[in-house]
């Protein structure tokens, strides 16, 4: 390792003088499989994966998929040049920053570097703003880089980045790309970069190909930009040797953009600020029918949604840091800091995974549909049973995103172009094509999908308090329960949500699904012959024991097959909806079955296989807190055992839903099996759902008061920026 060759030196001689800089690198709270970055949509997805980080002068950011992605950020100091993150091969007389700390919350990821006598804060801010949609919704993501002298040290310090044609899905070949360079509104220097020859609406490998690579700066109150555009070495060089960017302008392969700002003396800290972002006009095609991000109805183009960026950066950092605190004290009170580490490192990733879209030729804000991409499986488009696993934080923080991620399925379905009379399992095959399947093809999930777009819109109406939007659509969920009613307790041979497993007739998991999805539904229509029957469906499984084995020591993988046995998740959303479809001893029956099919690293999915699901997991902890069983035993086994996935040191992939629980053959206990940075992350919450619908409101609560001092001039700001584009 170079870390100790590098580290330990530096140490000697530094440290009689530099009190702070330590020799290891601490990571707080843990070090996770992989760091978010810039995590907006599912094409602006960039990620360092957690064992590159101590040595992250040399590091390579990937996108999710585990492309690289140059993004390098370089520094000098009196006049010696450091790489500080991204640089894999230094120019020659560049030296290695040194990680200090390594630190994420739910918004941000922060790197402490020292370099010389110089201290670098790298901040890499994701902002999440569910109830703002142009926050939510801006393609761009921030770092910041403040940079000051250490222990009364006034270096004089220039920083440096850049980004290149990897932004826009390129590798290795010569595409025709054509750059753009404006210093804009606000002195926002913005470079872009598009490729030629693309398809609308085409991927490779899940990177869009169709959109352009923006990389934006502006000046700090006392700092020079300057800007180049050229081949990697020369336009690094050149800095290393002046410590700014002059010569010649031109792009061909290996081509980077790169900014440099002079920040003078820096006894106190400066900081820089730039934004990455990867924009598509056209953001996904619905139907037909081109949709746009919701930012496009505030500002018309790249340019102005840099500057927006810039103008709004305080608000959405101040907004993240509320949301920060709020998530992270509310995870530890609910389940303690394990449980916190999981769910904070979970939330970008689940809104980095959606689309806030309305129509591109009307840009009408009151048709809005987020759309989700099923990544790392299939590319379905708004899969239904990939809605469901990620409600949970919905549910918590932004409710009404469970019904805008419904409007595109409900109202395709509501067109009748889908010829079955059960739910379809997702409105396309690959995203951003969400094309539907009016030849009545899709993935075949009828029980999984009926049950979940009930519990879905009963999920809705209870968190968001909206009794009348299941109304527009009565006579489809109708449709879905009476599918139930009459498939739900014997279910066919078909796939559940955990299609990787294969498909199965009578599948004990689906039939306690339809008993409560039969029961959601009945009560939220006031139609009371529903739930009768979904009770029913429950006692058939429980009572009579058809779902569980003769002993009634837990419920089977399929009805009666004794010896089988599954991670019985829909149980937790009788509780969580506190329908009482089940009785308590059910509950209980299963909790306390758990610890005793634990393999060495955590509880199967099923008996069938040597892997588990992280979401699910925690949908089978808050079932152990349901009222009358609160087995906090339980719930911590299962919460210590995804906490042990991540920081066991086995893996880099974005945080994985997906591990195994033993080790058999090549399978390895601790080891990611399929599946990387989905959002289905979203079900880690089922915990802290259980304190209540909405409970993380940031900007319509709590924050309000904290924020109010400095908002006032940041609504100027806006205001002033609104008219100039009126
Ligand atoms: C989406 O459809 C267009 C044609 O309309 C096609 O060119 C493109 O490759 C499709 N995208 C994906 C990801 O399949
Ligand atoms: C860039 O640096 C060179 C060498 O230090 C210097 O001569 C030149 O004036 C600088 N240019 C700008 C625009 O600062
Ligand atoms: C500078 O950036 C750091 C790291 O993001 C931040 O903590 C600090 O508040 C910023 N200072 C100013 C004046 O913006
Ligand atoms: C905007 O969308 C809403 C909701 O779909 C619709 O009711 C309204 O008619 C639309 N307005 C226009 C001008 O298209
Ligand atoms: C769907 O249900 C309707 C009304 O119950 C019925 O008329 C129709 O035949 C059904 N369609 C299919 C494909 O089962
Ligand atoms: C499902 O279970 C029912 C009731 O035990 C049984 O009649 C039926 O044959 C089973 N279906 C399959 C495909 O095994
Ligand atoms: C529910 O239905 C019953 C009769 O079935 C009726 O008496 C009651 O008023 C209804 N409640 C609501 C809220 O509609
Ligand atoms: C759950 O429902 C029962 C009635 O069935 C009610 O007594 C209880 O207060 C409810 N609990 C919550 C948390 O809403
Ligand atoms: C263990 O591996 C074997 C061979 O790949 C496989 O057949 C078996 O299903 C695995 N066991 C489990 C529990 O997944
Ligand atoms: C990090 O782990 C990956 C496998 O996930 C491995 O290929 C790579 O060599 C490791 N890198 C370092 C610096 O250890």
Same mark, same amino acid.
């Given at each position: 390792?170079?870390?100790?060759?590098?580290?330990?030196?530096?140490?000697?001689?530094?440290?009689?003088?530099?009190?702070?800089?330590?020799?290891?690198?601490?990571?707080?709270?843990?070090?996770?499989?992989?760091?978010?970055?810039?995590?907006?949509?599912?094409?602006?997805?960039?990620?360092?994966?957690?064992?590159?980080? &101590?040595?992250?002068?040399?590091?390579?950011?990937?996108?999710?998929?585990?492309?690289?992605?140059?993004?390098?950020?370089?520094?000098?100091?009196?006049?010696?040049?450091?790489?500080?993150?991204?640089?894999?091969?230094?120019?020659?007389?560049?030296?290695?920053?040194?990680?200090?700390?390594?630190?994420?919350?739910?918004?941000?990821?922060?790197?402490?570097?020292?370099?010389?006598?110089? +201290?670098?804060?790298?901040?890499?801010?994701?902002?999440?703003?569910?109830?703002?949609?142009?926050?939510?919704?801006?393609?761009?993501?921030?770092?910041?880089?403040?940079?000051?002298?250490?222990?009364?040290?006034?270096?004089?310090?220039?920083?440096?980045?850049?980004?290149?044609?990897?932004?826009?899905?390129?590798?290795?070949?010569?595409?025709?790309?054509?750059?753009?360079? !404006?210093?804009?509104?606000?002195?926002?220097?913005?470079?872009?970069?598009?490729?030629?020859?693309?398809?609308?609406?085409?991927?490779?490998?899940?990177?869009?190909? #169709?959109?352009?690579?923006?990389?934006?700066?502006?000046?700090?109150?006392?700092?020079?930009?300057?800007? +180049?555009?050229?081949?990697?070495?020369?336009?690094?060089?050149?800095?290393?040797?002046?410590?700014?960017?002059?010569?010649? #302008?031109?792009?061909?392969?290996?081509?980077?953009?790169?900014?440099? /700002?002079?920040?003078?003396?820096?006894?106190?800290?400066?900081?820089?600020?730039?934004?990455?972002?990867?924009?598509?006009?056209?953001?996904?095609?619905?139907?037909?029918?081109?949709?746009?991000?919701?930012?496009?109805?505030?500002?018309?183009?790249?340019? !102005?949604?840099?500057?927006?960026?810039?103008?709004?950066?305080?608000?959405?950092?101040?907004?993240?840091?509320?949301?920060?605190?709020?998530?992270?004290?509310?995870?530890?009170?609910?389940?303690?800091? @394990?449980?916190?580490?999981?769910?904070?490192?979970?939330?970008?990733?689940?809104?980095?995974?959606?689309?806030?879209?309305?129509?591109?030729?009307?840009?009408?804000?009151?048709?809005?549909?987020?759309?989700?991409?099923?990544?790392?499986?299939?590319?379905?488009?708004?899969?239904?049973?990939?809605?469901?696993?990620?409600?949970?934080?919905?549910?918590?923080?932004?409710?009404?995103?469970?019904?805008?991620?419904?409007?595109?399925?409900?109202?395709?379905?509501?067109?009748?172009?889908?010829?079955?009379? *059960?739910?379809?399992?997702?409105?396309?095959?690959?995203?951003?094509?969400?094309?539907?399947?009016?030849?009545?093809?899709? &993935?075949?999930?009828?029980?999984? &999908?009926?049950?979940?777009?009930?519990?879905?819109?009963?999920?809705?109406?209870?968190?968001?308090? =909206?009794?009348?939007?299941?109304?527009? /659509?009565?006579?489809?969920?109708?449709?879905? %329960?009476?599918?139930?009613?009459?498939?739900?307790?014997?279910?066919?041979?078909?796939?559940?949500?955990?299609?990787?497993?294969?498909?199965? !007739?009578?599948?004990?998991?689906?039939?306690?699904?339809?008993?409560?999805?039969?029961?959601?539904?009945?009560?939220?229509?006031?139609?009371?012959?529903?739930?009768?029957?979904?009770? +029913?469906?429950?006692?058939?499984?429980? @009572?009579? !024991?058809?779902?569980?084995?003769?002993?009634?020591?837990? $419920?089977?993988?399929?009805?009666?097959?004794?010896?089988?046995?599954?991670?019985?998740?829909?149980?937790?959303?009788?509780?969580?909806? =506190?329908?009482?479809?089940?009785?308590?001893?059910?509950?209980?029956? &299963?909790?306390?079955? *758990?610890?005793?099919?634990?393999?060495?690293?955590?509880? %199967?999915?099923?008996?069938?296989?040597? #892997?588990?699901?992280?979401?699910?997991?925690?949908?089978?902890?808050?079932?152990?807190?349901?009222?009358?069983?609160?087995?906090?035993?339980?719930?911590?086994?299962?919460?210590?055992?995804?906490?042990?996935?991540?920081? =066991?040191?086995?893996?880099?992939?974005?945080?994985?839903?997906?591990? $195994?629980?033993?080790?058999?053959?090549?399978?390895?206990?601790?080891?990611?099996?399929?599946?990387?940075?989905?959002?289905?992350?979203?079900?880690?919450?089922?915990?802290?759902?259980? =304190?209540?619908?909405?409970?993380?409101?940031?900007?319509?609560?709590?924050?309000?008061?904290?924020?109010?001092?400095?908002?006032? #001039?940041?609504?100027?700001?806006?205001?002033?920026?609104?008219?100039?584009?009126?």
């Amino acid at each position: 390792m170079f870390s100790s060759l590098f580290h330990v030196p530096l140490f000697l001689v530094l440290s009689t003088q530099l009190s702070d800089v330590v020799s290891e690198p601490s990571f707080t709270p843990i070090l996770p499989p992989s760091y978010p970055l810039a995590v907006r949509n599912t094409y602006l997805s960039a990620w360092l994966p957690g064992n590159q980080t &101590e040595n992250i002068a040399y590091a390579v950011p990937e996108f999710w998929n585990g492309q690289p992605l140059t993004w390098s950020v370089m520094a000098r100091v009196d006049g010696e040049s450091y790489s500080l993150f991204g640089v894999p091969e230094p120019e020659s007389g560049v030296k290695p920053g040194l990680l200090q700390s390594a630190d994420y919350t739910s918004t941000h990821t922060t790197f402490v570097v020292t370099a010389g006598l110089a +201290r670098f804060v790298l901040d890499f801010l994701s902002p999440i703003s569910p109830q703002d949609y142009v926050r939510q919704s801006l393609p761009l993501s921030y770092l910041t880089v403040s940079a000051s002298g250490i222990n009364g040290a006034a270096p004089s310090i220039q920083v440096y980045s850049d980004i290149d044609n990897s932004w826009a899905g390129q590798f290795g070949e010569n595409v025709a790309t054509s750059w753009g360079y !404006a210093l804009s509104r606000e002195s926002t220097h913005i470079f872009t970069l598009t490729p030629g020859g693309t398809a609308t609406f085409s991927e490779v490998d899940d990177m869009a190909q #169709w959109g352009t690579a923006v990389y934006c700066t502006r000046p700090g109150s006392s700092s020079q930009v300057s800007g +180049r555009v050229g081949g990697m070495g020369t336009v690094r060089s050149g800095f290393v040797s002046n410590g700014n960017l002059t010569g010649d #302008w031109g792009c061909g392969l290996g081509s980077v953009i790169a900014f440099s /700002h002079d920040l003078g003396s820096c006894g106190s800290p400066k900081n820089v600020s730039f934004a990455v972002g990867y924009v598509r006009d056209a953001a996904v095609n619905y139907l037909g029918n081109p949709r746009a991000s919701y930012w496009q109805s505030a500002v018309p183009d790249i340019s !102005a949604a840099c500057v927006h960026a810039f103008l709004d950066f305080p608000r959405a950092d101040l907004e993240a840091r509320n949301l920060d605190a709020a998530i992270a004290s509310r995870a530890s009170s609910t389940a303690g800091d @394990k449980y916190r580490d999981i769910v904070t490192l979970s939330v970008r990733q689940v809104f980095g995974a959606f689309d806030v879209t309305i129509p591109k030729d009307t840009l009408n804000t009151s048709d809005v549909m987020v759309f989700v991409k099923e990544i790392s499986s299939n590319g379905n488009v708004n899969t239904v049973d990939v809605i469901m696993p990620i409600s949970p934080i919905l549910y918590v923080m932004a409710p009404e995103y469970i019904r805008l991620l419904l409007e595109p399925v409900i109202q395709y379905l509501a067109s009748g172009a889908w010829p079955h009379n *059960y739910t379809i399992h997702d409105i396309g095959t690959h995203f951003p094509n969400a094309t539907g399947h009016n030849d009545g093809t899709a &993935e075949e999930m009828p029980a999984e &999908e009926c049950g979940n777009i009930l519990l879905l819109a009963s999920m809705y109406q209870l968190a968001s308090g =909206n009794t009348d939007w299941w109304k527009q /659509h009565s006579s489809l969920f109708q449709l879905y %329960a009476d599918y139930l009613v009459t498939n739900g307790l014997y279910p066919k041979a078909q796939l559940s949500s955990d299609d990787g497993a294969g498909p199965i !007739a009578n599948e004990t998991g689906l039939a306690i699904k339809a008993a409560i999805a039969l029961n959601a539904f009945g009560i939220m229509t006031n139609q009371s012959s529903y739930s009768d029957t979904g009770r +029913r469906f429950a006692d058939t499984l429980y @009572k009579d !024991a058809v779902g569980t084995d003769a002993g009634r020591t837990h $419920f089977t993988l399929t009805l009666n097959d004794a010896e089988s046995w599954g991670t019985q998740y829909n149980l937790f959303l009788d509780v969580l909806l =506190n329908l009482t479809t089940f009785p308590t001893e059910a509950y209980t029956m &299963e909790t306390s079955f *758990y610890p005793t099919d634990r393999a060495t690293n955590g509880v %199967a999915l099923d008996s069938r296989v040597d #892997w588990a699901k992280t979401d699910w997991m925690h949908w089978a902890a808050g079932t152990a807190m349901a009222p009358g069983v609160e087995n906090e035993d339980v719930r911590d086994m299962f919460v210590n055992d995804v906490h042990a996935f991540l920081t =066991n040191g086995q893996n880099t992939a974005p945080f994985s839903d997906n591990f $195994f629980i033993m080790t058999n053959g090549s399978d390895v206990a601790g080891v990611y099996n399929t599946y990387r940075a989905r959002p289905v992350a979203g079900g880690h919450f089922a915990l802290m759902a259980l =304190n209540g619908p909405a409970r993380i409101e940031i900007g319509a609560g709590e924050s309000e008061k904290s924020s109010t001092k400095s908002e006032g #001039w940041v609504e100027r700001l806006l205001a002033r920026f609104a008219r100039r584009y009126s």
